[in-house]
């Protein structure tokens, strides 16, 4: 055991340097600020205060949670549905599908949602489709739904990954044993396959939400700027503004709020499990 121990501490080490020492940087940065000198400073709150009576970082905020709240409603609805097919299919298949599902995580993410830029743009291969449908003349770049489309591309397949493994754990004989007491294929879903593949809707809502309440670069480019998200605003406060203090404090909110989110659906993970919280 103490072997084990003496291997966890580079472990140890690099988690302080990496985690734990920016972020007390930057719980430092959001409660003080800066004095005459280098060396000195000041504890203040008014970087929260101000956060907080500004309507106009409140709109931002709102706005920021109520995209990442339909983004994750429509990669659930989207993703559920693909897992579930791909859950049911033969292992040969399932194998060429997971594939299918994971080659465009191996291109950067800037890369592709520059692609959305070109697809997207006048003249480009979606609004040729949508003029040929009737919707001649509408913009689709620099818009809520081009961000919307965006984020639902790049986030889906945490989704639907999530979901597929938890599907595939659930143990087949239940399906069968449903079969065999009389339940029809809808009541074997809405009573056996829906709630075991919970746990796998639970981590996919997590890993959707956290990163789409918090994208930066995605509204940046196609929202053209336009559309302003809470990490448009840290990464304007931080690289544009020169306002660190200010930067960390909506940092540190948004973290709490990340945080408090993950121990509510920790809260519903072991509810739904049936168990109790160690």
Request: charged fraction near 10%.
């Amino acid at each position: 055991m103490k072997r084990f121990s003496q291997l966890a501490i580079p472990y140890i080490v690099w988690a302080a340097m990496m985690l734990v020492l920016p972020m007390a940087l930057i719980a430092l940065y959001s409660i003080t600020e800066p004095g005459n000198s280098i060396i000195s400073f000041s504890i203040t709150l008014d970087h929260y205060v101000k956060f907080f009576t500004d309507q106009d970082f409140l709109i931002i905020l709102w706005r920021s949670i109520w995209i990442a709240v339909k983004t994750t409603i429509l990669c659930l609805l989207i993703g559920y549905p693909i897992a579930y097919f791909i859950a049911r299919s033969s292992e040969k298949v399932q194998n060429i599908l997971v594939l299918c599902v994971t080659i465009p995580m191996w291109i950067n993410m800037l890369v592709r949602t520059y692609a959305w830029i070109g697809l997207l743009s006048e003249g480009g291969l979606v609004q040729r489709i949508a003029s040929f449908l009737g919707f001649w003349g509408k913009e689709l770049l620099y818009t809520e739904g081009a961000v919307l489309l965006g984020m639902v591309y790049n986030f889906l397949p945490f989704m639907i990954l999530q979901i597929n493994t938890a599907l595939c754990k659930m143990d087949h004989s239940l399906l069968e044993a449903s079969a065999d007491l009389g339940a029809n294929p809808v009541q074997t879903f809405r009573r056996v396959t829906l709630p075991l593949s919970l746990p796998g809707v639970i981590n996919g809502i997590t890993l959707v939400f956290l990163p789409a309440v918090s994208s930066f670069f995605i509204p940046k480019l196609l929202g053209g700027g336009q559309y302003f998200l809470i990490g448009n605003l840290i990464e304007n406060q931080f690289i544009t503004v020169g306002e660190w203090n200010f930067g960390s404090a909506i940092s540190m909110i948004m973290a709490v709020i990340m945080m408090l989110l993950m121990m509510v659906v920790r809260k519903v993970e072991i509810r739904n499990q049936g168990g109790k919280e160690e």
